[in-house]
Nanobody, 115 residues
Framework: QVQLVESGGGLVQAGESLRLSCAAS????????MGWYRQAPGKQRELVAV???????NYADSVKGRFTISRDNAKNTVYLQMNSLKPEDTAAYYC?????????WGQGTQVTVSS
């Protein structure tokens, strides 16, 4: 089993930055992919960015060039640096991890961007 705990959400103005962190605990050695998804009110949960253990990344088109995902395997932590935030980035952001058996989700952290 893997537990995920997010931190770093908040309220910012458009154009500002935030950094999200997600620390994994438990059976962390089995984790392959870690990343972030988000869900805005009335919308489906969508991928934001993911990173494999070796460092390969994948981003949603809507965040390319603005968000950067990174991973510290020694600390079992994944980060999401969000720059040039837009009101449409407002959502609950969920940390994600997977191993060979299943997916894991954090509780979510709210990011609100005012115009």
């Amino acid at each position: 089993q893997v537990q995920l705990v997010e931190s770093g959400g908040g309220l910012v103005q458009a154009g500002e930055s935030l950094r999200l962190s997600c620390a994994a605990s438990g059976s962390v050695i089995s984790i392959t992919v870690m990343g972030w998804y988000r869900q805005a009110p009335g919308k489906q949960r969508e991928l934001v960015a993911v990173v494999a253990r070796a460092g390969t990344t994948n981003y949603a088109d809507s965040v390319k060039g603005r968000f950067t995902i990174s991973r510290d395997n020694a600390k079992n932590t994944v980060y999401l640096q969000m720059n040039s935030l837009k009101p449409e980035d407002t959502a609950a952001y969920y940390c994600y991890a997977e191993d060979r058996w299943r997916d894991y989700w954090g509780q979510g952290t709210q990011v609100t961007v005012s115009s």
